[in-house]
Structures are given as structure tokens and as C-alpha cells.
């Protein structure tokens, strides 16, 4: 990154060939980009109406990308394929690789620490983007923008069966043998209200096996637990549970 941020960020023309660049798309209302880039701390029109928008726009153009990509697979692997190319990190990584940074308007508080690299900022911004493509000139135009920043992840995208959670994935190999579903149990919970940590247990009582598991939430915790009851169950269980 150049580091061209908040007030010595891009000019006009040099704004509209990046979106042109970036999206394919050249602007009819430049002021539409301009607000997309405009992070809530600089002051003014923002962003934030925008990436509501925007994420609504980029969901439904990514669901008819992957709709039509995997004509084979159901509801549930095409909404963990979605989940996977719209989270915050995989928009984050993109909109790093588009230089959203260079572009950013941030007020001083999120120059001085480093809004520009935020992953949170740069996914926000990137939705945004997609919100004012949108309303600058309908969805077909922020389909195409979506196309072209996404769609050459399609075909790196993993198996839709390994992006289930590991609870998921526990509960399903339990319930095709017709067996009891794990109980978790919150053992522990330590470290100070705005940094804990979280210790679970999970039993399966059919194979006679507890695992543990420890995480910053008991979500998190939890998952970890059943992930770890996953690699303990016989090798023969996980065979004919494909």
C-alpha cells in the first residue's frame, strides 16, 4: 500500500480508474464512490447505509454465481460455499488486494491506528462499494463488479462437505448410526470479563469417549471439543459416514 489515506487520499480521476480497474465499472455519480470509501469516523456522508445495502447485493449475486456453478449441490452446500467467499475475512483479504486501503477516508483516530489495514474496515468498504455500483446503475452492473473480483475463487473453493463445523459434522456421523447425540459440558470459565477463556467437555457416550475443548467463547469451545471427539472416534466410523 501506498499509505494515500483520509485527506491525501486519491483525487477524482485518480478514484474513478481505480473503481474502473478494480470493478469494471466506471461511475455515472462519482459521489457515490467516494461515500463508499468514506469510513464513519471521517465525518459527513458514510458508508454505512451503503454496505447494508451493498451486502445484500454481493449475497444474492454470490448465491446466483454458486447457483449456477454447482448445478448439483443442495441448499446446504451452496450456503456454506456462499458463507465461505462472503465472510468477513475472505472480503477483508480481497478488498486488501484491491488497494482498498490507498482509497479509504478515515478520521484521524483510525489513521493513527492503522484503520487502512483493519480487515473489519476493508470488508465493510468492500460492500459498500458493491451497494453504490448498485445504485449507480442496477444489479446487473453490480453483478458483473461481484463477478469480477469473486469469480475466479470459484474454482479454488474446497469441498462443501469439509466447510461443515465440526459440531455438525459430529451430530451427523451420530445420527446415520442412529445413535445418542454428544453432550457438551461447560467445565471452566477463567480470566477477566473481557478475556475469557472457556474449557468444555464432550461426551459420546456410545463409543465411550469424552474429548476437551477450550476457546475465547464456549462456542468456540465447544467446537474445539467436538473436533477433537471427530479424532478420536474409530477410523472405521468416519469410512462409512461419506
Known sequence: MS????????GAAALSAWAQRSFGHTF?????????????????????????????????SVARMLYDAHPDADEGALSRLRATLVSGETLGR?????????????????????????????????????????????????FAAVRQIIGARLSKLPEAESLKDAKTRLQEVLQARGLAL??????????????????????????????????VSRRRAEQMAAHNA?????AAVHGSSS
Do not use: W
Not at 499509505?3 to 486519491?10: D, E, L, M
Not at 462519482?30 to 447494508?52: D, I, P, V, Y
Not at 477516508?105 to 493513527?112: A, Q
Not at 468498504?125 to 448498485?134: D, Q, S, T, W
Open 3 to 10: 499509505g494515500k489515506v483520509g485527506a491525501q487520499a486519491p
Open 28 to 60: 455515472a455519480d462519482s459521489r457515490l464512490c467516494r461515500q463508499a470509501l468514506t469510513h464513519r469516523s471521517a465525518g459527513g456522508e458514510h458508508n454505512e447505509r451503503l454496505e447494508f445495502l451493498g451486502d445484500s447485493v454481493l449475497n444474492c
Open 94 to 142: 480481497i478488498a486488501g488486494e484491491l488497494d482498498f486501503g490507498d482509497h479509504l477516508r478515515l478520521g484521524p483516530g483510525e489513521l493513527k491506528s492503522g484503520g487502512f489495514r483493519r480487515a473489519s474496515i476493508l470488508a465493510d468498504a468492500l460492500e459498500a462499494m458493491v451497494g453504490a455500483i448498485f445504485l449507480d446503475s442496477g444489479f446487473d452492473a453490480a
Open 182 to 215: 454428544p453432550i457438551y459440558t461447560l467445565r471452566a470459565t477463567t480470566g477477566e470479563p473481557h478475556a475469557q477463556s472457556f474449557a468444555v467437555t464432550c461426551e459420546v457416550a456410545a463409543f465411550g469417549l469424552t474429548a476437551c475443548g477450550e476457546g
Open 230 to 234: 471427530l479424532e478420536l472416534l474409530p
